[in-house]
């Protein structure tokens, strides 16, 4: 059993920058493939990007191109999702998942934008952008 944290959210200004972390219990490295959703107020849980097992192939919704980039360490079993030039539609709770499955590129490339790619997910950080 996996467990996700996500840290590093809070209030900023549009233009701005921040990092989010997510800590994942035990060890997954690169055998785990980790994503970021976010969700809105009134709005439904969204993809924003992923990075696949193995491989380390970078996802990303159309949205965040350009301005967000996910990393991670995997010797300290972390993941970073690093977000600049923040606008205030970026604003929602930002939510860290994983996956174990041992999903094929092909596979991958179709599905990585559901939630139910990933089994694992952290409770979620907030990330408020004011303008």
């Known amino acids: 059993q996996v467990q996700l944290v996500e840290s590093g959210g809070g209030l900023v200004q549009a233009g701005g920058s921040l990092r989010l972390s997510c800590a994942a219990s035990g060890r997954t490295g690169s055998s785990y493939t980790m994503g970021w959703f976010r969700q809105a107020p009134g709005k439904e849980r969204e993809f924003v990007a992923a990075i696949k097992w193995g491989d380390d192939i970078k996802y990303y919704a159309d949205s965040v191109e350009g301005r967000f980039t996910i990393s991670r360490d995997n010797a300290k079993n972390t993941t970073y999702l690093h977000m600049n030039s923040l606008k205030p539609e970026d604003t929602a709770v930002y939510y860290c998942?994983?996956?174990?499955?041992?999903?094929?590129?092909?596979?991958?490339?179709?599905?990585?934008?559901?939630?139910?790619?990933?089994?694992?997910w952290g409770q979620g950080t907030q990330i408020t952008v004011s303008s």
């Open positions: 998942a994983a996956s174990n499955n041992r999903y094929s590129t092909n596979w991958f490339s179709r599905n990585y934008y559901y939630a139910m790619t990933y089994n694992y």
